[in-house]
């Protein structure tokens, strides 16, 4: 997360006392590659950890740690850096941001590749392709095939396959040969945060919703590179996982969420001002789910049988790899177990990704739950709490 983050007005939950090390983590991500003296690849925010750690490299989530940053006019070159390289300005402003801040420190950060799924968005190529050639690092893009239920068979093979080329190649630029073993590794470790991710999540449906919807945001964010240190990752999450269950036992909500909140569960991309989680409960909601890192932890990645074969068919059914009707479709079942009382659909101005299915995808929610659904979009250099009276009308409407 960047040093130019405005988080001064960021209300954190402080009687959650082992959040304070994560959020400490989360501040120390950039100057924690600086010192790591290892490879750091950069990686879009969906991409697998696991597979960078099994090259012996450190991954690095981009877009959140270069991304998260409140734009305003005292910050005037945010995005300036990224448009003067060749991104359009309308681009999506998680991408302007990001390429932005990480083209102005030039050489002073230490990334050695770029890494991304390719075919989902050709804005978010650009951007990858553009640090890429003005870093003057390469960029290795892993193509995943849109899902369809009937070319599973093939989908899976191809994957595989893509797989096999990444840890060959990449691992040859490292001078570290793929090992079985090391990725089952490093799987088995990822299992362990997104056990305890979906703990957390699985905290959310009780009636006295334990955790704000501003750490619930930061913890699921950290399935994106486990902030450089699983271990250590493991260690705090299941601490706050402890003291949440302990609240949930006591029936207690978390402070700042009212008596009986309207339950609203998240979906699409998240807003680069965390002061919008703050805006949810002081209008009288609870969030109580959010799948803006959910294709990393909705489900284990299997660590038995053939190992390369059963990755690959865990990568081609996470969510975003699918037609916006059997995203919002695969969707519902993780909806329905958070039991919210409507669902609020997040847009950024310039991402092609939800915008163009908004409203399929709101319809299908409509549909298959019968729960209101309302739609917010992002902008480039609004301030966040210009949505309040949108979002405080939508709380309102659904008591």
Known sequence: ????????EVLLDRRLASFNRLWQMFMESESRIQKSGGKVVAKWRLFPPEIIYALGATPYDLLLHEGMTKTTARDARTTAYAIEAGLSADSCIWNLTATSNTLSKGNLTPLNMFVATAGQ???????????????????????????????????????????????????????????????????????????????????????????TGLEYFLTHATAGDYLQEPEALTAILTEIRNEVMKRTEQS??????????????????????????????????????????????????????????????WIWKMPHHMPSLDRAKSLIPYIKQQKPDAIIIGNVIGCRNLSSSDRIIKETFREELGIPVTSIEFGSSEDVTLLEPHIKAFVEMCK
């Open 1 to 8: 997360m960047t040093k130019s983050a405005q988080l001064t």
């Open 121 to 211: 968005c050709d804005i978010s190529s650009k951007t990858w392709q553009l640090m890429s050639r003005n870093m003057h690092k390469p960029i290795y893009s892993m193509e995943i095939p849109i899902y369809d239920a009937a070319s599973e068979k093939r989908a899976i093979s191809f994957i595989k396959e893509e797989l096999t080329s990444l840890f060959e190649r990449v691992g040859r630029r490292f001078g570290h040969k793929y090992s079985e073993r090391t990725l089952r590794e490093e799987i088995k470790r990822g299992n362990e945060i997104r056990k305890l991710l979906l703990d957390l999540t699985g905290s959310l449906t009780h009636d006295h919703v334990p955790m």
């Open 252 to 313: 207690k909500a978390a402070p700042g969420i009212t008596n009986d909140p309207v339950r609203l569960y998240y979906v699409g991309m998240a807003p680069q001002d965390l002061r919008f989680w703050n805006i949810i409960e002081d209008s009288g909601g609870a969030i109580v789910g959010c799948d803006t890192y959910l294709p990393l932890f909705y489900s284990p990645i299997p660590e038995n049988g053939s190992l390369l074969k059963e990755f690959a068919g």
